[in-house]
C-alpha cells in the first residue's frame, strides 16, 4: 500500500482527531488575520485616501514579508514563548503587509475625478471614503484578503513548533502519528487551503458592487510591486 493510500487510511481512522486539530488551525488563522485586518486594513485606507507614504508603505511591506515565518517564531521565543501567542504573532506579520499594500493602491488607485466630484457634492472626508473610495476599492482590497487569508492558513502548521496546537502538532509529531498521519495533515491543510481560497472568492464576489464584479477576480497586489509608487 502507497504511503498516500495510508495517509487515506488515517484520516478514516482518525477523523475526530483530524478535525479538532483543523477548528484549532482555523482559530488560530481567524485571530491573526482578524488582528492583521483591524491593524492593516484602516491603516492602507487612510495612507491610500491622503496619497501618501507610497515609498513608506511598500518598502516596510517588503521588509516584513522578507521575514521567514519561523525565524519570526524563533524570535518570539525570547517575548512570547512558546504557545498560541507566538504563533499568532508570525501569522499577524505574515498577513499585515498583503493587506496593507492591497487596501493602500486600492484606495490609492480610485479615479480623482470621481473623488473631486464627491467633494463637490459637499461629501465630508469620512463620507468621501466610506461611500465613493470603499466601495470602488473592494475588488482589490478584498483581493488582498482573500490571499493573506490563504497565506495565514497554510503557514498555520507552522506553529507545531512552539506547541501552538492544530494540525501542525500532527505534522511536527511523526515518531508519534507516522508519515501517514504527516501526509494526511499535510492533505488536510491543503483542502482548508482550497476551501479558503473558494468561499472568499465568492465573499468576494457577492459584496462587490454589480458594476465592478469584472474586476472582482483581480489578483492581488504583491508586497514588491512597483505599482502604487508615486
Not at 488563522?29 to 511598500?58: D, Q
Not at 507516522?178 to 459584496?207: D, H, S, Y
Request: hydrophobic fraction near 60%; proline fraction near 5%; charged fraction near 10%.
Amino acid at each position: 500500500m502507497s504511503d498516500f493510500a495510508h495517509a487515506f487510511t488515517f484520516i478514516g481512522d482518525n477523523t475526530h482527531l483530524l478535525l479538532t486539530k483543523s477548528i484549532e488551525t482555523l482559530e488560530l488563522s481567524g485571530a491573526a488575520l482578524g488582528i492583521a485586518l483591524l491593524i492593516g486594513l484602516p491603516l492602507g485606507v487612510l495612507l491610500g485616501h491622503a496619497h501618501r507614504a507610497s515609498f513608506v508603505v511598500i518598502n516596510f511591506s517588503n521588509v516584513l514579508r522578507a521575514l521567514p515565518s519561523l525565524a519570526v517564531i524563533a524570535l518570539g521565543l525570547a517575548f512570547l514563548g512558546i504557545g498560541f501567542t507566538n504563533a499568532m504573532f508570525a501569522l499577524v506579520v505574515l498577513a499585515f503587509p498583503v493587506i496593507l499594500t492591497n487596501a493602500y493602491a486600492a484606495i490609492d488607485g480610485v479615479d480623482a475625478q470621481v473623488v473631486e466630484a464627491a467633494r463637490a457634492m459637499g461629501m465630508t472626508p469620512l463620507e468621501v471614503i466610506t461611500r465613493v473610495e470603499l466601495p470602488l476599492a473592494v475588488p482589490l482590497t478584498f483581493a488582498g484578503i482573500r490571499t493573506a487569508a490563504v497565506y495565514v492558513v497554510a503557514t498555520a502548521p507552522l506553529a507545531g513548533f512552539v506547541g501552538g496546537g492544530g494540525l501542525g502538532d500532527i505534522i511536527v509529531n511523526q515518531p508519534q502519528y507516522r508519515l501517514a498521519g504527516v501526509l494526511a495533515a499535510a492533505i488536510v491543510i491543503a483542502l482548508l487551503a482550497l476551501a479558503t481560497e473558494v468561499v472568499l472568492a465568492l465573499v468576494q464576489r457577492a459584496v462587490t458592487p454589480r458594476a465592478l464584479r469584472g474586476r472582482a477576480d483581480a489578483p492581488a497586489i504583491g508586497p514588491a510591486s512597483r505599482e502604487v509608487v508615486t
